[in-house]
């Protein structure tokens, strides 16, 4: 057999990856990627009999990869959590593994894609992956205060933004709080009233104070309050900006 692996974590992709030639050392693990824009890329060049598919990815949700790449390759997902996504996921008979995957789990999911005659409807299972990315818009993001814990409600956040390798939300009125998510996830994970302006920043359509014509064809953003940096509109992102603001 010939595996793909989509997996960031160095050590979880070597771990997988033992187990399948320990378990099959006839089999290969063909391909590795670690993101969803290099399984993008580098997916349609590769065949082989089954993927493992990361949920949880730097840039983004695996969803991201079904949705631009047509696949004809049985997926096992893995993750960390517990979703309620995967139950729609096993009941599409496509099944998954909860890290730290077990040898024996892992075997048991290979018997099941073994065992499967059903030729899978990618039509049908990206319409899934796409209500499914719906229902995980956040209402709310965990915060840590000291040593508590509370919470920001979405509809108070002016905007996300890097600093220093470390994300921050900006509430409404001015308060900085650091959360455990990149910004990739961020912005799957927020609605449309969220538009991602630059590489650091996510702002709310309420905290854009200002838009005005910049040199080159860019836009300069004010927003409130204040962000201590211009911020600035890149050329082939501004249609798409000001179709956000129109909306």
């Known amino acids: 057999m010939r595996f793909i692996i989509v997996e960031d974590e160095h050590y979880a992709f070597k771990e997988l990856k033992r187990m399948l030639q320990e378990l099959y050392p006839e089999s290969e693990v063909v391909a590795h990627f670690d993101s969803v824009s290099s399984a993008v ?54 099944d998954y593994l909860l890290k730290p995957i077990e040898s024996e789990d892992l075997k048991k999911a290979i018997t099941k894609y073994q065992s499967l005659q059903k030729k ?28 508590k814990y509370s919470y920001v409600q979405v509809e108070d956040i002016a905007y996300f933004y890097r600093e220093d390798k470390t994300t921050y939300i900006k509430t409404k009125d001015n308060k900085s709080y650091i959360t455990d998510y990149s910004l990739g996830v961020i912005e ?46 890149s050329r082939v992102k501004v249609k798409e900006f000001l179709a956000w603001m129109d909306e």
């Open 41 to 94: 890329n580098g997916l349609p060049e590769v065949k082989a009999d089954l993927l493992f598919l990361d949920i949880s990815l730097p840039d983004g949700f695996s969803f991201d990869i079904l949705s631009k790449v047509e696949l004809s390759i049985p997926i096992i997902f893995t993750t960390a959590y517990d979703e309620f996504a995967l139950k729609a996921f096993k009941y599409n008979s496509i």
């Open 120 to 147: 899978y409807d990618w039509n049908s299972f990206k319409s899934i992956a796409e209500e499914l990315k719906e229902k995980r818009r956040k209402k709310r993001f965990l915060i840590k205060i000291g040593d």
């Open 188 to 233: 799957e994970l927020v609605d449309e009233n969220f538009f991602r302006i630059s590489r650091h920043v996510i702002c709310s359509l309420e905290a854009v104070d200002s838009v005005s014509k910049y040199f080159g064809s860019r836009l300069k953003i004010k927003l409130k309050p204040a962000f201590d940096e211009s911020i600035l509109i």
